[in-house]
């Protein structure tokens, strides 16, 4: 993590999107990096349309836009390469995080989860990552760089 928090420092990256399944705990980094880089973040969750089952089709974009356009910047949620592409916003640094349990809670057949396993296939975010960071069960943070 420390590394990933000097790399990002030395970056002077304005916009830090965060990408993953849904549970592989992007929201949580998104806080600490906030605190250890004094950065506000935002995440996309709070933008979505309520009783929504889908994601990307489903954001407030309008006020997102305008939330983003603030910087610097920490950016979390899942399909973040379309959502942002939406808004016409390139990451300076992305960061994907691959967990054990990812999208274990979620029905297979959920709205959410094949939208999300479609774009993951689609969009490939792992392969276009700055930062892999991948929690193996016992919960610790190991760092992957591109």
Same mark, same amino acid.
């Given at each position: 993590?420390c590394? +990933?928090?000097?790399?990002l ?10 990408? %993953?399944?849904?549970g592989?705990g992007?929201? @949580?980094l998104?806080?600490k990096?906030s605190?250890?880089?004094s950065? @506000?973040?935002?995440h996309?969750?709070?933008?979505? +349309?309520?009783?929504?089952?889908g994601?990307?089709?489903?954001l ?6 305008r939330a983003?356009?603030? @910087? ?7 399909c973040?390469?379309?959502?942002l592409?939406?808004? %016409?916003?390139?990451?300076?640094q992305?960061?994907y995080?691959k ?7 979620l029905?297979?057949?959920?709205p959410?989860?094949?939208?999300v396993?479609a774009?993951i296939e689609?969009?490939r ?9 991948? @929690? ?11």
């Amino acid at each position: 993590m420390c590394e +990933v928090v000097r790399q990002l420092v030395a970056s002077n990256a304005s916009l830090i999107a965060l990408d %993953g399944l849904p549970g592989a705990g992007k929201s @949580r980094l998104a806080v600490k990096l906030s605190a250890l880089l004094s950065v @506000r973040s935002v995440h996309l969750d709070d933008y979505l +349309v309520r009783n929504s089952l889908g994601f990307i089709d489903h954001l407030n974009y309008r006020e997102l836009r305008r939330a983003l356009s603030l @910087r610097p910047v920490i950016v979390e949620g899942v399909c973040m390469l379309d959502v942002l592409d939406r808004v %016409g916003l390139r990451p300076d640094q992305l960061v994907y995080l691959k967990g054990p349990q990812s999208a274990r809670h979620l029905d297979a057949s959920h709205p959410l989860v094949v939208e999300v396993r479609a774009y993951i296939e689609r969009a490939r975010p792992i392969d276009r990552a700055t930062f892999v960071l991948v @929690r193996p069960e016992s919960g610790r943070e190991l760092l992957g760089r591109r």
